[in-house]
């Protein structure tokens, strides 16, 4: 019975050992997260010195944390300084210590999982919004919520533990940059999927900070379509403290505003996934040639031949991924990669061509242009005849010259540059040679 009760005692001795270092991790985490500022008003209180580098600034404050004497006081402090601190800074190494501990020590969380915002009263279920190209939807933290003039526009929501999980990068034990929380603002309407829209004059409050609106003037009186996403991940809090947001509007509309967790998808993915679907027959574009040239011939003035510019209207480069939109009328194609990469800085999304709107969904790769741009090399510009067929404009008052005419033009260049600067130097001798001299009074 001896052996039994000492056996019992070391375990419960050693559980409320590992229960005191989790606990006292906390506060080394929150000393860790204390700036300068902090951690010597941590030392004024008890009369430490508070001269030196924050290195060994943060040695004094451990110490006073391991004493017996100031232990409570201490602990208190912290807490009472950490409570000041903006939420960011409070939460960044108290989070990575959470994910470090074993689960029998982790706090059950304020909400279960299935419901990490609260009940709203507003909720618009029958309103979509359409799937962003470079975001891919992971989980829906606040469902399409109603809001405007006589519609309370706060929003109060938690992280489920599996969330903050989800934002923690797993290597650098911080939040991730790929997988973000997203606030995305749409006009009330049910007829169809939504795009990303702003309201007029609208201001975004988040956990009581003011978040900037990408591309958005506050003074301009209009609606901003083809908006971005907001990434609010900065701006949240985690484990058991909750989130309000608060959308401000001074015209009488009505928005929905909606919250995911989504992972970021660069502009080299989404070009994958469009070169990955099925290239359009060359016979179309072929077909579609013979019939804009048989057009011409019923009117007087016909054209034999068309020619189209292989170079992007975007980029002014030679295409890698012809491309054009379903929409579109027009033969001419701009290249893949430079208008996603164009779309990702500043969301336009409007044929450069013809101005018409041009959607991912929408694009297709030209067949019978990605084969032309294969196999010509120093060609620009191709020229098609009434039957579909093409070859390459290589001559001189062409657009893409061959390399066998580059010397000429280049010597022609040389020779014209020489005869100016032959009559810039007669010019100038001419008026010297002819200026009045000055006479001085005086010697």
Same mark, same amino acid.
């Given at each position: 019975?001896?052996?039994?009760?000492?056996?019992?005692?070391?375990?419960?001795?050693?559980?409320?050992?590992?229960?005191?270092?989790?606990?006292?991790?906390?506060?080394?985490?929150?000393?860790?997260?204390?700036?300068?500022?902090?951690?010597?008003?941590?030392?004024?209180?008890?009369?430490?010195?508070?001269?030196?580098?924050?290195?060994?600034?943060?040695?004094?404050?451990?110490?006073?944390?391991?004493?017996?004497?100031?232990?409570?006081?201490?602990?208190?402090?912290?807490?009472?300084?950490?409570?000041?601190?903006?939420?960011?800074?409070?939460?960044?190494?108290?989070?990575?210590?959470?994910?470090?501990?074993?689960?029998?020590?982790?706090?059950?969380?304020?909400?279960?999982?299935?419901?990490?915002?609260?009940?709203?009263?507003?909720?618009?279920?029958?309103?979509?919004?359409?799937?962003?190209?470079?975001?891919?939807?992971?989980?829906?933290?606040? *469902?399409?919520?109603?809001?405007?003039?006589?519609?309370?526009?706060?929003?109060?929501?938690?992280?489920?533990?599996?969330?903050?999980?989800?934002?923690?990068?797993?290597?650098?034990?911080?939040?991730?940059?790929?997988?973000?929380?997203?606030?995305?603002?749409?006009?009330?309407?049910?007829?169809?999927?939504?795009?990303?829209?702003?309201?007029?004059?609208?201001?975004?409050?988040?956990?009581?900070?003011?978040?900037?609106?990408?591309?958005?003037?506050?003074?301009?009186?209009?609606?901003?379509?083809?908006?971005?996403?907001?990434?609010?991940?900065?701006?949240?809090?985690?484990?058991?403290?909750?989130?309000?947001?608060?959308?401000?509007?001074?015209?009488?509309?009505?928005?929905?505003?909606?919250?995911?967790?989504?992972?970021?998808?660069?502009?080299?993915?989404?070009?994958?996934?469009?070169?990955?679907?099925?290239?359009?027959?060359?016979?179309?574009?072929?077909?579609?040639?013979?019939?804009?040239?048989?057009?011409?011939?019923?009117?007087?003035?016909?054209?034999?031949?068309?020619?189209?510019?292989?170079?992007?209207?975007?980029?002014?480069?030679?295409?890698?991924? *012809?491309?054009?939109?379903?929409?579109?009328?027009?033969?001419?194609?701009?290249?893949?990669?430079?208008?996603?990469?164009?779309?990702?800085?500043?969301?336009?999304?409007?044929?450069?061509?013809?101005?018409?709107?041009?959607?991912?969904?929408?694009?297709?790769?030209?067949?019978?242009?990605?084969?032309?741009?294969?196999?010509?090399?120093?060609?620009?510009?191709?020229?098609?005849?009434?039957?579909?067929?093409?070859?390459?404009?290589?001559?001189?008052?062409?657009?893409?010259?061959?390399?066998?005419?580059?010397?000429?033009?280049?010597?022609?260049?040389?020779?014209?540059?020489?005869?100016?600067?032959?009559?810039?130097?007669?010019?100038?001798?001419?008026?010297?040679?002819?200026? *009045?001299?000055?006479?001085?009074?005086?010697?």
């Amino acid at each position: 019975e001896k052996r039994w009760l000492e056996r019992v005692k070391s375990g419960v001795l050693s559980i409320m050992a590992e229960a005191g270092k989790s606990f006292d991790e906390d506060y080394m985490s929150m000393l860790k997260s204390f700036r300068v500022r902090e951690l010597q008003e941590l030392l004024r209180s008890f009369r430490a010195s508070c001269s030196g580098r924050k290195t060994y600034l943060l040695k004094r404050c451990v110490t006073l944390l391991d004493s017996r004497d100031h232990r409570s006081e201490v602990k208190k402090k912290i807490k009472a300084i950490s409570a000041k601190m903006s939420p960011w800074k409070i939460r960044t190494h108290y989070v990575v210590q959470q994910a470090k501990r074993p689960v029998s020590s982790v706090p059950p969380p304020p909400q279960p999982e299935q419901q990490s915002a609260l009940p709203c009263h507003n909720a618009c279920p029958d309103v979509q919004l359409k799937p962003h190209p470079f975001y891919q939807e992971l989980d829906c933290v606040v *469902p399409p919520t109603l809001f405007g003039s006589q519609v309370s526009s706060k929003i109060i929501f938690h992280l489920s533990p599996s969330q903050v999980q989800q934002l923690i990068s797993k290597s650098q034990k911080t939040l991730s940059s790929v997988i973000q929380v997203l606030l995305r603002l749409c006009q009330y309407d049910t007829s169809c999927k939504q795009g990303d829209c702003f309201p007029r004059q609208c201001q975004l409050i988040v956990n009581g900070r003011v978040t900037f609106l990408p591309g958005y003037n506050f003074f301009h009186n209009e609606l901003k379509k083809n908006a971005s996403p907001i990434d609010i991940t900065q701006s949240l809090l985690f484990y058991d403290l909750p989130n309000e947001i608060q959308v401000m509007s001074s015209v009488d509309e009505k928005f929905v505003c909606t919250v995911i967790m989504a992972r970021r998808i660069s502009s080299n993915e989404v070009l994958q996934t469009l070169v990955s679907k099925e290239v359009r027959n060359p016979e179309v574009s072929k077909t579609l040639v013979k019939e804009k040239l048989a057009s011409d011939m019923d009117s007087e003035v016909s054209a034999t031949s068309l020619k189209i510019s292989l170079l992007c209207p975007l980029g002014k480069m030679k295409m890698n991924n *012809p491309c054009r939109a379903k929409d579109c009328n027009h033969l001419q194609c701009f290249d893949a990669g430079t208008y996603l990469q164009m779309n990702e800085r500043k969301a336009r999304w409007v044929c450069p061509v013809c101005d018409k709107t041009a959607l991912v969904d929408d694009l297709f790769i030209d067949g019978l242009f990605l084969d032309i741009c294969r196999t010509t090399q120093d060609c620009t510009e191709v020229e098609f005849a009434a039957d579909g067929s093409w070859h390459p404009m290589t001559g001189r008052h062409g657009n893409g010259g061959s390399l066998m005419t580059r010397p000429y033009d280049k010597q022609n260049k040389t020779k014209q540059l020489i005869s100016s600067i032959r009559s810039l130097a007669m010019a100038t001798n001419f008026f010297t040679s002819h200026q *009045p001299q000055r006479q001085f009074e005086g010697g």
